[in-house]
């Protein structure tokens, strides 16, 4: 099985990005982030001929997430157990849905397509609500890791100072506290493995400023984590980096990770 996520930076502008790279690498699972539609919205009709279903919760044109399966959508959930909610209603950002995708006969695996809120700065309410988040995050996905799941997407955090073109430019951002960077590790301490790094390296995102994808200034935020008998079939990862480049990009890149059946 071949799985990749992909925050686009808005569906309805890139599907033509999205189609092509699904049908380029084959992909048999897309998790996407930051669709900016309601689900109404959203241009299924090439992916439904290409034999792909959709599953999406969105609510505005902000935030928004998506799977895009070709090999099936069980069990479909929206939200975690316990998932904060930001604005006036607990369903005013869509950052978070589940799936069962995959073979029946094989049981299938357990994807969830997570935009984690970005945190605008350390000392915003936001950035309180990420922490919340990731840390209601991590009580609900313990009850997937004796399963074949995996929790894919815009995690919005810079694990280790490698993961950014500079980080004296960023100690005083968020994505690099060492509060985030805490949460995330505490979500691997349970027993899930982030998988694309040892195959992958290099950024995921770069801001569309000063040509920062040109000069290669730019953050790994986009991760895949693995139950550990996910993580066990992993057979490889990559960027596609190609997906940065040219006119109407999103500021992200694809990870694409191979599962052994």
């Given at each position: 099985?071949?799985?990749?996520?992909?925050n686009?930076n808005?569906?309805?502008s890139?599907?033509?990005?999205v189609?092509a790279?699904l049908d380029?690498h084959?992909?048999d699972?897309?998790?996407?982030?930051?669709?900016?539609a309601?689900?109404?919205?959203l241009?299924?009709?090439?992916?439904?001929?290409?034999?792909?279903?959709?599953a999406?919760?969105?609510h505005?044109?902000?935030?928004?997430?998506?799977?895009?399966?070709?090999v099936?959508?069980?069990?479909?959930?929206?939200?975690?157990?316990?998932?904060p909610?930001?604005?006036?209603a607990?369903d005013?950002?869509?950052?978070a849905?589940?799936a069962?995708?995959?073979?029946p006969?094989?049981?299938g695996?357990?994807i969830?397509?997570?935009?984690?809120?970005?945190g605008?700065?350390?000392d915003d309410p936001?950035?309180?609500y990420?922490?919340?988040?990731?840390a209601?995050l991590r009580?609900a996905?313990?009850?997937w890791l004796?399963e074949?799941?995996a929790l894919?997407g815009?995690?919005?955090?810079?694990?280790?100072d490698?993961?950014v073109?500079?980080?004296?430019?960023?100690?005083?951002?968020?994505h690099v506290?060492?509060?985030?960077?805490?949460?995330?590790?505490?979500?691997?301490?349970?027993?899930w493995?982030?998988?694309t790094?040892?195959?992958?390296?290099g950024?995921?995102?770069?801001?569309?400023?000063r040509?920062r994808?040109?000069r290669?200034?730019?953050?790994?935020?986009?991760?895949v984590?693995?139950?550990?008998?996910v993580?066990?079939?992993v057979?490889?990862?990559?960027?596609?980096?190609?997906?940065?480049a040219?006119?109407?990009?999103?500021d992200?890149?694809?990870?694409?990770?191979?599962l052994?059946?």
């Open positions: 099985m071949r799985i990749a996520t992909w686009v808005s569906i309805r890139r599907i033509d990005r189609e790279f380029r084959e992909v699972v897309l998790a996407v982030q930051e669709t900016k309601k689900v109404d919205q241009p299924t009709m090439g992916l439904e001929a290409r034999g792909y279903d959709v999406a919760v969105g505005s044109q902000w935030n928004g997430v998506a799977l895009i399966s070709r099936g959508l069980e069990q479909v959930s929206v939200g975690f157990d316990g998932m909610g930001w604005g006036d607990a005013a950002e869509a950052r849905i589940s069962v995708c995959g073979p006969e094989q049981g695996v357990r969830s397509s997570l935009y984690v809120p970005n605008r700065k350390p936001h950035y309180v990420k922490l919340d988040w990731l209601r009580e996905a313990q009850a004796g074949d799941a894919v815009d995690w919005n955090i810079c694990p280790t490698d993961d073109f500079d980080i004296a430019q960023f100690r005083n951002s968020t506290t060492p509060r985030e960077r805490a949460a995330f590790q505490a979500i691997l301490d349970t027993g493995a982030e998988v790094r040892a195959y992958a390296p950024y995921t995102y770069w801001d569309y400023y040509q994808f040109e290669d200034r730019g953050l790994k935020i986009d991760f984590l693995a139950s550990p008998s993580a066990a079939r057979k490889g990862a990559f960027i596609d980096r190609a997906e940065r040219g006119v109407g990009a999103s992200h890149a694809p990870v694409v990770v191979d052994e059946d």
